[in-house]
């Protein structure tokens, strides 16, 4: 038995909270996949399209640190 939040879920809603998972990815996928022809027949290129310019910040360094920080932690110390 499993609480979330004020529902409880017994063994055999666990099996239809999965399904109903499934469903919604299966769903999320084929309308992802329908966007991408249509975008296609409308003749979308993306190799000729601009990226979003992208601005500088002035924590962009610290992010860059951080993030060399916990590659060098993760390698070393496991």
């Known amino acids: 038995m499993i609480q979330l939040r004020d529902v409880t879920v017994r063994y055999g809603a666990d099996r239809a909270l999965r399904l109903r998972l499934l469903t919604v990815v299966e ?33 962009d360094g610290w992010l860059v640190v951080l ?4 590659a060098v932690r993760v390698v070393f110390l496991g």
């Open 27 to 59: 769903n999320t996928l084929g309308r992802s996949r329908e966007i991408a022809v249509a975008a296609e027949c409308r003749a979308c290129d993306l190799e000729r399209s601009r990226p979003a310019p992208l601005r500088k910040g002035r924590l």
């Open 67 to 70: 993030c060399v920080a916990s």
